[in-house]
């Protein structure tokens, strides 16, 4: 978090899905699961400028001047488009914590867009723990992290974990977080195809296995670093049923396959994948071949803190 004169600036990292298992449907309509996440370097960035009572010229309920700037191409129409207005969860969450905290400050908010939409990254959830994190500063709210980790959780199921720092395991509806030790250094390439998914109808659509499989593997691997252990313990269970509605699914892996990274899978609910690499000079290597086969966003990545 950085003070300046437009106001508090926080990046707000993308994540990637190391592990994801369906445990059980509920009786609410959402799945419980359990997931290895990784916060990566892609990032939106999010500027909060605070203002006293009516300095702003907003709608009172809302109290939120809300600017959003994209910084990604959008190369096919069918991809959603990123709200502009209150249907962003940066302005829900916002418009929820001035609720709850009584408090009658508002605000001027930024976002800058560089993580893709309905690609398994996390970015809007992402945006929205950045934007509370600013709020509760710049409005000197003093909220404790416990309170926000509650809020967050009304907020969306990925909301938590943007809050805390570094790898974790999330279970419930993946808001239930387990810190995980830190990790040694994890380098991959995001692909991101011009299409998206929606997370609703890929959980519509997916089957909760009989024998879940078990999330140790995969925290063998983050704790070892080893591609080899990897090979073991990367798995998305949601990735069969995102093959059968996106086709892109099998054309980024294969081109995955032939740019020379052997090692990848689909984060989230997709339709981005990702590849691990030995290092970021193999990352960026790849990325670059990637990119020459026009299939979408490239990204070369590492995990961070």
């Known amino acids: 978090?950085?003070?300046?004169a437009e106001g508090l600036v926080c990046h707000a990292p993308a994540k990637l899905n190391l592990y994801f298992e369906l445990i059980a449907r509920r009786d609410d309509g959402y799945h419980d699961v359990e997931t290895l996440m990784v916060p990566?370097?892609?990032y939106d960035t999010v500027t909060f400028h605070p203002f006293a009572g009516n300095a702003l010229a907003v709608p009172e309920e809302c109290g939120i001047d809300f600017h959003l700037q994209q910084f990604y191409p959008r190369s096919d129409s069918s991809q959603q488009d990123i709200p502009s207005d209150r249907q962003n969860l940066v302005v829900r969450a916002l418009e929820l914590l001035r609720q709850r905290s009584g408090t009658e400050q508002k605000a001027q908010v930024t976002l800058c867009k560089r993580i893709p939409a309905e690609a398994g990254l996390g970015g809007g959830s992402s945006d929205a723990a950045v934007a509370l994190k600013l709020a509760n500063r710049?409005?000197?709210?003093g909220w404790s992290r416990k309170q926000l980790m509650e809020l967050a959780a009304e907020l969306g199921s990925d909301v938590p974990f943007f809050l805390s720092r570094g790898a974790a395991i999330g279970r419930g509806r993946g808001e239930q977080l387990e810190p995980l030790p830190a990790?040694?250094?994890?380098?991959?390439?995001?692909?991101?195809p011009p299409q998206g998914l929606s997370t609703a109808a890929v959980y519509r659509a997916a089957n909760v296995p009989a024998d879940p499989k078990g999330v140790r593997s995969a925290v063998n691997a983050l704790q070892t670093g080893s591609l080899r252990d990897w090979k073991e313990g990367l798995h998305n269970r949601l990735e069969d049923t995102a093959r059968t509605l996106s086709p892109w699914i099998d054309r980024v892996r294969s081109a995955m396959d032939a740019a020379g990274c052997q090692l990848h899978q689909m984060t989230g609910s997709g339709t981005g994948c990702f590849g691990l690499t030995r290092h970021r000079a193999e990352a960026h290597r790849i990325a670059a071949r990637l990119r020459a086969r026009n299939i979408g966003q490239v990204f070369a990545v590492n995990n961070v803190g």
């Open 1 to 4: 978090m950085l003070a300046t």
């Open 183 to 192: 990790a040694g250094q994890i380098c991959a390439v995001v692909v991101v």
């Open 138 to 141: 710049g409005w000197g709210l």
């Open 40 to 42: 990566i370097s892609l």
